[in-house]
């Protein structure tokens, strides 16, 4: 018998029907803030460091579920305290000078060809463009991407979410509902297409996924990072 830890895109089943009876699919849920904190806490308890700051807060909110992501920011704000090993005497680890600055530099993935995969979807290039908050032109597709960027940190929106993020970095009249759920029902195909299993268009329940948590950080910090240079 095999466990496996997957995405619904991903049943083994489907692509080999000889395993049917032999698989044990185990649902993992995202690790909430609380967890995550925990992760930094023992860090710096091994490392002798204090956090009178708070910035294991502030990290466990940006890792999006993920203890991957937090380690990876956790290395990231020892590093740049100049912490490499545990402490004879305890030093207060500070935060930086700017987190957006910091979160940009430490995206753990490179997502953006990708990205600009998904954003030229099949059809999408006959859509008018339209134009972002920023003065740069975008088609839903592309739009809808930046939208997601700008959300909760979370890896799960309705269509309805979604029309109110395009609110906040598209010029002009909005999408309808109708519009909204035809990019995402493309996107989530042409991700499929591309076997690009970071995100997924769940129709019956009208709720776009991002499946791979290390996308939804570079959406939200990695891609501004690309659009700065």
């Known amino acids: 018998r095999l466990v496996l830890i997957c995405h619904r895109e991903d ?32 860090g710096f308890r091994a ?8 910035a294991a807060g502030r990290l466990s909110r ?8 937090m380690q990876d920011l956790c290395l990231g704000l020892c590093r740049l305290n100049d912490i490499s090993r545990s402490l004879r005497d305890i030093q207060r680890v500070g935060p930086p ?3 957006d600055l ?24 006959s859509i008018p463009r339209r134009q972002l908050l920023d003065g740069r032109p975008a088609n839903l597709d592309k739009a809808v991407m930046h939208a997601v ?17 395009l609110s906040r970095v598209l010029k002009g009249a909005q999408p309808t509902r109708r519009q909204v759920r035809q990019v995402l029902a493309r996107i ?4 499929r297409e591309l076997q690009q299993n970071c995100l997924d268009f769940d129709s019956e329940r009208d ?8 996308f939804s950080f570079f959406l939200r910090w990695g891609t501004r990072l690309y659009e700065d240079q």
């Open 102 to 125: 910091f979160f940009r530099k430490r995206y753990v993935s490179d997502w953006q060809g990708t990205r600009e995969r998904l954003a030229r979807s099949p059809g999408s290039g």
């Open 47 to 54: 490392l002798n460091v204090s956090d009178p700051d708070n």
């Open 207 to 214: 709720v776009l996924l991002v499946v791979d948590p290390t």
């Open 188 to 191: 989530g195909t042409r991700a």
């Open 11 to 42: 049943d083994p089943v489907r692509a080999e029907s000889s395993m049917a009876g032999r698989t044990e699919l185990l649902l993992m849920e995202p690790w909430q803030p609380s967890e995550l904190r925990e992760i930094a806490e023992a």
């Open 97 to 99: 000078a700017a987190w």
């Open 62 to 69: 940006e890792a999006f579920g993920s203890p991957h992501i």
């Open 149 to 165: 960027g700008v959300g909760e940190t979370k890896c799960a929106f309705d269509s309805d979410e979604i029309r109110t993020l």
